[in-house]
T-cell receptor, first 112, second 117 residues
């Protein structure tokens, strides 16, 4: 079992729809959870982080964390073509003290 | 302010040669990380420096890989006797390195694309 798993994708949604990206993790000691966006040929850029159970909203993005289920998700409302990228879930804490452990990424395509 | 910078942006080398990759972290960041991303692979942790503490080298794939951080700032990742499987994008990140119970966000540099022929 991989330490961090993301829904395999690729995910394709129409412009204006909600994109839902999911991630599960195996280390119950994980403390902080990050979503990065990576455009093709570019380095990852941080979208959001979350470390408390529940929802955290930032503009069109909502991160959701459920530590009991070891599950974290990212919702993108009103998806735009510019949101088309690979989304990386990353966790730290527990046995991954300091370092980020990444999932394999989900490719999102938003079509006009 | 300036972000994380890396050099060179691209490096092509022949199998068996040594290469050095450089990372300049964000000013004031005490933590520095190296990751690599191979084609079709996820981001893989290599090594982590935090202040004056001994680095976490748990992700280095072999003893051909080493890294140092001079003066608590610039870091160099060295790969000796490069192999074709070392071809990847090597990413450096830095963070404030404060109490890790908080959200110590890592900011990534643009990466160095290494190609071993």
């Amino acid at each position: 079992q991989k330490e961090v798993e993301q829904n395999s994708g690729p995910l394709s949604v129409p412009e204006g729809a909600i994109a839902s990206l999911n991630c599960t993790y195996s280390d119950r000691g994980s403390q902080s959870f990050f979503w990065y966006r990576q455009y093709s040929g570019k380095s990852p850029e941080l979208i959001m982080f979350i470390y408390s159970n529940g929802d955290k909203e930032d503009g069109r993005f909502t991160a959701q964390l459920n530590k009991a289920s070891q599950y974290v998700s990212l919702l993108i409302r009103d998806s735009q073509p510019s949101d088309s990228a690979t989304y990386l879930c990353a966790v730290t804490g527990g046995t991954s003290y300091g370092k980020l452990t990444f999932g394999q990424g989900t490719i999102l395509t938003v079509h006009p | 302010g300036a972000g994380v910078s890396q050099s060179p942006s691209n490096k092509v080398t022949e199998k068996g040669k040594d290469v050095e990759l450089r990372c300049d972290p964000i000013s004031g960041h005490t933590a520095l990380y190296w990751y690599r991303q191979s084609l079709g692979q996820g981001l893989e942790f290599l090594i982590y420096f935090q202040g004056n503490s001994a680095p976490d080298k748990s992700g280095l794939p072999s003893d051909r890989f080493s890294a140092e951080r001079t003066g608590g700032s610039v870091s160099t990742l060295t790969i000796q006797r490069t192999q074709q499987e070392d071809s990847a994008v090597y990413l450096c990140a830095s963070s404030w390195g404060k109490d890790w119970y908080s959200t110590d966000t890592q900011y990534f540099g643009p990466g160095t694309r290494l190609t071993v022929l």
